[in-house]
């Protein structure tokens, strides 16, 4: 499947899940719920996509390095915060299912 349809699935299932809007999850807010919105949607990126990091980074107005370091940042949440994996866990089957269904449409 193409990245730009991998990134149009998963940024909607992340503003879904967490109520924010494609111009906040690229915007410089720190808010909270915005921030982690975004960190999510990079590591989901990297976990569902052959982009690069570059890339990624593009698409959250944000670079390479802050893309590489929210890997970090999502995995400690992920061992720490149960609500936060609970999330993390149903966004990324969802994005998962519309994968394999958008493959065999194909």
Known sequence: ?????IAYIV???VK????VTSGEI???TRVANVRR???VFTQLMREHSTMTLDEIGLLVNRDHSTVS???IVVRKELSR???YRERYIRVKQNIKNQIEDG????
């Open 37 to 39: 919105a975004r960190q």
């Open 69 to 71: 370091t929210t890997s």
């Open 11 to 13: 940024l909607n299932e």
């Open 103 to 106: 493959k065999e449409l194909c």
């Open 16 to 19: 879904r899940e967490y109520g």
């Open 26 to 28: 690229s915007s410089k």
């Open 81 to 83: 915060d149960n609500n």
């Open 1 to 5: 499947m193409k990245n730009y349809i």
